[in-house]
């Protein structure tokens, strides 16, 4: 009996582990399914046979934050579209590591900011950090409202100069983004800044300095004013005698319109100048598209070794093409304008002379008009920049793609115009004429 009934105690305790195994093998299978599962959905999320059919396609990662937003795929593209532009075409991109600039930190960094932007302005504001990292040389960056109202104006006005630099801007998706859509083709300037409160010339003012020195300040030129400030020598100059020096103070003019200086400077004291300038590019469509036609510079291509000379004095190392752009400014026939002076004339510049103020700068020391002054400009006098937009947004940036070398190797776009005389160590450009012009009556 005994033994009876210890065998029936064992085949119940066997049945019930039997029972538990069978158990736990089921529960082990079903994880592993789920494991399975997951893996092909988040993993594998490239694998889209494995998807889940209503998993999104739209969803982007970053270190540190996902997104289901497609929005953020076209700020993406965008920020890379701008990197892929300045690394093929911007010429000075291969200087900026030289010039001490973190380049690709600098692109890593703010790609991850992209994913927290909320709308185009917030991209813009990336975007404009980035130039402003990268140096900002030679125009590059981001356009602003101001900015594209002033060109869009301008290169409107003169389509037939400046057809490719007018299709960029008013493209229908970048004129909604600038506010621009509904807007009537008109000048956009108000008439009321034309005029300041000491002058009816927004950025110029004079004084007398010891009776016989004329002192001509010209904050900007800006594209606005060209018209306004005609008259803008002959009223002043027109006020003193017997003066034996003109200095013209552009020494923190950032530019704006060539015009201004050759129309409203130069062309009042008439006279004929001849000079050229040379201007380099890549063989890009960009130089093929805004360069090409509309003008009467011969097109040269360089030989391998000339490219390999430009390498080796600049660092760029994408210079293919060449131009020359040779001025003749007859002003002879400025007669309601004209100034009857024999006025030694002097020009002060600076670091913040840029652009079309560095373009005069160029004139003055090619033609002899006037004896340059100071320390070395910011540079880039040269062609208009050019304009890229970004495909899915209508952002605009710009940049010269015209390199400009002067006779000692040096790029203007980079490291400026020298001037005739250099100012000594903290003595401002106006302590420099004053000094010269001392020590020549002793």
């Given at each position: 009996?005994?033994?009876?009934?210890?065998?029936?105690?064992?085949?119940?305790?066997?049945?019930?582990?039997?029972?538990?195994?069978?158990?736990?093998?089921?529960?082990?299978?079903?994880?592993?399914?789920?494991?399975?599962?997951?893996?092909?959905?988040?993993?594998?999320?490239?694998?889209?046979?494995?998807?889940?059919?209503?998993?999104?396609?739209?969803?982007?990662?970053?270190?540190?934050?996902?997104?289901?937003?497609?929005?953020?795929?076209?700020?993406?593209?965008?920020?890379?579209?701008?990197?892929?532009?300045?690394?093929?075409?911007?010429?000075?991109?291969?200087?900026?590591?030289?010039?001490?600039?973190?380049?690709?930190?600098?692109?890593?960094?703010?790609?991850?900011?992209?994913?927290?932007?909320?709308?185009?302005?917030?991209?813009?504001?990336?975007?404009?950090?980035?130039?402003?990292?990268?140096?900002?040389?030679?125009?590059?960056?981001?356009?602003?409202?101001?900015?594209?109202?002033?060109?869009?104006?301008?290169?409107?006005?003169?389509?037939?100069?400046?057809?490719?630099?007018?299709?960029?801007?008013?493209?229908?998706?970048?004129?909604?983004?600038?506010?621009?859509?509904?807007?009537?083709?008109?000048?956009?300037?108000?008439?009321?800044?034309?005029?300041?409160?000491?002058?009816?010339?927004?950025?110029?003012?004079?004084?007398?300095?010891?009776?016989?020195?004329?002192?001509?300040?010209?904050?900007?030129?800006?594209?606005?004013?060209?018209?306004?400030?005609?008259?803008?020598?002959?009223?002043?100059?027109?006020?003193?005698?017997?003066?034996?020096?003109?200095?013209?103070?552009?020494?923190?003019?950032?530019?704006?319109?060539?015009?201004?200086?050759?129309?409203?400077?130069?062309?009042?004291?008439?006279?004929?100048?001849?000079?050229?300038?040379?201007?380099?590019?890549?063989?890009?469509?960009?130089?093929?598209?805004?360069?090409?036609?509309?003008?009467?510079?011969?097109?040269?291509?360089?030989?391998?070794?000339?490219?390999?000379?430009?390498?080796?004095?600049?660092?760029?190392?994408?210079?293919?093409?060449?131009?020359?752009?040779?001025?003749?400014?007859?002003?002879?026939?400025?007669?309601?304008?004209?100034?009857?002076?024999?006025?030694?004339?002097?020009?002060?510049?600076?670091?913040?002379?840029?652009?079309?103020?560095?373009?005069?700068?160029?004139?003055?020391?090619?033609?002899?008009?006037?004896?340059?002054?100071?320390?070395?400009?910011?540079?880039?006098?040269?062609?208009?920049?050019?304009?890229?937009?970004?495909?899915?947004?209508?952002?605009?940036?710009?940049?010269?793609?015209?390199?400009?070398?002067?006779?000692?190797?040096?790029?203007?776009?980079?490291?400026?115009?020298?001037?005739?005389?250099?100012?000594?160590?903290?003595?401002?450009?106006?302590?420099?004429?004053?000094?010269?012009?001392?020590?020549e009556d002793q």
């Open positions: 009996m005994d033994t009876l009934e210890s065998m029936r105690r064992i085949i119940v305790i066997g049945m019930w582990c039997l029972l538990i195994m069978v158990l736990m093998t089921s529960c082990t299978g079903e994880n592993d399914n789920a494991v399975s599962n997951s893996s092909i959905n988040t993993v594998d999320s490239s694998n889209k046979e494995a998807s889940e059919p209503d998993q999104k396609d739209d969803c982007f990662e970053s270190s540190s934050y996902i997104y289901e937003d497609s929005a953020v795929a076209q700020y993406l593209e965008d920020y890379d579209q701008f990197w892929d532009e300045i690394e093929t075409n911007y010429p000075f991109y291969t200087m900026l590591d030289d010039l001490g600039i973190d380049v690709q930190g600098i692109k890593d960094t703010y790609r991850e900011n992209v994913y927290k932007v909320e709308g185009p302005e917030g991209l813009m504001v990336i975007l404009n950090q980035v130039c402003r990292q990268l140096g900002g040389y030679a125009h590059l960056s981001v356009v602003d409202k101001h900015t594209f109202l002033v060109y869009k104006d301008a290169y409107e006005a003169r389509k037939d100069l400046y057809n490719p630099w007018y299709e960029v801007l008013s493209d229908d998706k970048t004129l909604k983004l600038y506010g621009m859509e509904d807007v009537e083709s008109e000048s956009t300037v108000d008439e009321d800044t034309v005029q300041t409160e000491n002058s009816k010339y927004a950025f110029v003012r004079s004084r007398v300095i010891d009776d016989d020195i004329v002192y001509i300040h010209f904050g900007s030129f800006e594209h606005f004013t060209v018209d306004a400030d005609r008259n803008v020598m002959k009223d002043y100059l027109g006020k003193y005698k017997d003066y034996s020096n003109i200095i013209i103070d552009i020494s923190d003019n950032p530019g704006g319109d060539d015009t201004y200086w050759m129309e409203n400077i130069v062309a009042p004291f008439g006279g004929k100048y001849d000079y050229s300038e040379q201007y380099y590019f890549a063989d890009s469509p960009l130089f093929w598209n805004f360069f090409s036609k509309g003008n009467d510079a011969e097109i040269i291509h360089l030989t391998p070794k000339e490219q390999e000379d430009i390498k080796s004095k600049t660092g760029i190392d994408n210079i293919s093409i060449k131009q020359e752009y040779k001025q003749v400014c007859d002003f002879t026939d400025s007669v309601e304008r004209s100034l009857n002076t024999e006025a030694k004339r002097w020009l002060l510049v600076g670091d913040i002379t840029y652009s079309s103020a560095d373009s005069f700068a160029s004139f003055c020391k090619k033609t002899g008009w006037a004896t340059v002054v100071g320390t070395r400009t910011g540079g880039c006098g040269s062609l208009p920049p050019v304009f890229v937009r970004l495909d899915n947004t209508g952002v605009c940036f710009k940049y010269t793609n015209a390199v400009k070398i002067e006779e000692d190797g040096r790029v203007n776009n980079i490291y400026g115009t020298m001037p005739d005389i250099i100012s000594k160590k903290n003595e401002k450009p106006l302590d420099t004429v004053l000094r010269v012009l001392k020590s």
